[in-house]
C-alpha cells in the first residue's frame, strides 16, 4: 500500500515548455486534488476531482489544466511554463467529503521554470 | 485575500513545556478544521480536526481548541518533544465540502 505517489519528484523546465505531473492513489479514494505551496502562502488548490472523469477549478486554477480518466490517477499538466509557477505541488486525495475524513498527501513534485 | 491566516511563521519552544499554535480564519461558515503537520521534503500529515460544534478535541499530546465567536483556533502540544518539530499548517473548509483552505504555516523548532 504506497497511499498517495508523485511523480516526478524535481524537474526544471524552461519557459514556456510544457510538462505533466502525475499523481496516483491505491486507497480507492474518490476525490483527489493538486495544491502548490509557495513561501508565505500555505498551500493552495489548483484543481480538483470529485469522481472518475471529473474536474473543477480551485483557488488559482489559470496556467494548469488536468484530467482524471482512472479513479486511481490524477494529471496536472503546464501547457506553457512560466516562472511564476515555480512552486512545490503537492497532490492529495480523500475518500469523501465529510467531518469524519481527511486528505491525504503525497511527497510533493519540486518544479523550478527558468 | 487569505481565508485561513497564521500569523507566527515560527515558534520555539524547549522540550517538556507547552507549545501553541494559532490560527484565524475570516468565513464564519467554516465549519470543520484541521490540523496538519509536514516534515522536510515530506507531504504534510493529518495531525487533529475539530467540528464547529465542539469547541475542544484532544489526541494524547495535541488538543485542539476553537472559539467560534473569535474566529480562532489553537493547537496545544503537552509536553513539546523534539520530533514534534515541523511545520504545522491549520485548514478549514465547510461541512460536506470538497475544498479546504490552508494557513501559510507556522515551523515550530523543540529544542532539547
Given at each position: 500500500?504506497?497511499?498517495?505517489?508523485?511523480?516526478?519528484?524535481?524537474?526544471?523546465?524552461?519557459?514556456?515548455?510544457?510538462?505533466?505531473?502525475l499523481?496516483?492513489?491505491?486507497?480507492?479514494?474518490?476525490?483527489?486534488?493538486?495544491?502548490r505551496?509557495?513561501?508565505?502562502?500555505g498551500?493552495r488548490?489548483?484543481?480538483?476531482?470529485?469522481?472518475?472523469?471529473?474536474?473543477?477549478?480551485g483557488?488559482?486554477?489559470d496556467?494548469?489544466?488536468?484530467?482524471?480518466?482512472?479513479?486511481?490517477?490524477?494529471?496536472?499538466?503546464?501547457?506553457?511554463?512560466?516562472?511564476?509557477?515555480?512552486?512545490?505541488?503537492?497532490?492529495?486525495?480523500?475518500?469523501?467529503?465529510?467531518?469524519?475524513?481527511?486528505?491525504?498527501f503525497?511527497?510533493?513534485?519540486?518544479?523550478?521554470?527558468? | 485575500?487569505?481565508?485561513?491566516?497564521?500569523?507566527?511563521?515560527?515558534?520555539?519552544?524547549?522540550?517538556?513545556?507547552?507549545?501553541?499554535?494559532?490560527?484565524?480564519?475570516?468565513?464564519?461558515?467554516?465549519?470543520y478544521?484541521?490540523w496538519?503537520?509536514?516534515?522536510?521534503?515530506?507531504?504534510?500529515?493529518f495531525?487533529?480536526?475539530?467540528?464547529s460544534?465542539?469547541?475542544?478535541?484532544?489526541?494524547?499530546?495535541?488538543?485542539?481548541?476553537?472559539?467560534?465567536?473569535?474566529?480562532?483556533?489553537?493547537?496545544h502540544?503537552?509536553?513539546?518533544?523534539?520530533?514534534?518539530?515541523a511545520?504545522?499548517?491549520?485548514?478549514?473548509?465547510l461541512?460536506?465540502?470538497?475544498?479546504?483552505?490552508?494557513?501559510?504555516?507556522?515551523?515550530?523548532?523543540?529544542k532539547?
Amino acid at each position: 500500500n504506497a497511499g498517495v505517489t508523485q511523480t516526478p519528484k524535481f524537474r526544471v523546465l524552461k519557459t514556456g515548455q510544457s510538462m505533466t505531473l502525475l499523481c496516483a492513489q491505491d486507497m480507492n479514494h474518490e476525490y483527489m486534488y493538486w495544491y502548490r505551496q509557495d513561501p508565505g502562502m500555505g498551500l493552495r488548490l489548483i484543481h480538483y476531482s470529485v469522481g472518475e472523469g471529473t474536474t473543477a477549478k480551485g483557488e488559482v486554477p489559470d496556467g494548469y489544466n488536468v484530467s482524471r480518466l482512472k479513479k486511481q490517477n490524477f494529471l496536472l499538466g503546464l501547457e506553457s511554463a512560466a516562472p511564476s509557477q515555480t512552486s512545490v505541488y503537492f497532490c492529495a486525495s480523500s475518500y469523501r467529503a465529510g467531518d469524519t475524513d481527511t486528505q491525504y498527501f503525497g511527497p510533493g513534485t519540486r518544479l523550478t521554470v527558468l | 485575500d487569505q481565508q485561513v491566516k497564521q500569523n507566527s511563521p515560527s515558534l520555539s519552544v524547549q522540550e517538556g513545556r507547552i507549545s501553541i499554535l494559532n490560527c484565524d480564519y475570516t468565513n464564519s461558515m467554516f465549519d470543520y478544521f484541521l490540523w496538519y503537520k509536514k516534515y522536510p521534503a515530506e507531504g504534510p500529515t493529518f495531525l487533529i480536526s475539530i467540528s464547529s460544534i465542539k469547541d475542544k478535541n484532544e489526541d494524547g499530546r495535541f488538543t485542539v481548541f476553537l472559539n467560534k465567536s473569535a474566529k480562532h483556533l489553537s493547537l496545544h502540544i503537552v509536553p513539546s518533544q523534539p520530533g514534534d518539530s515541523a511545520v504545522y499548517f491549520c485548514a478549514a473548509s465547510l461541512y460536506n465540502f470538497n475544498k479546504f483552505y490552508f494557513g501559510s504555516g507556522t515551523k515550530l523548532n523543540v529544542k532539547p
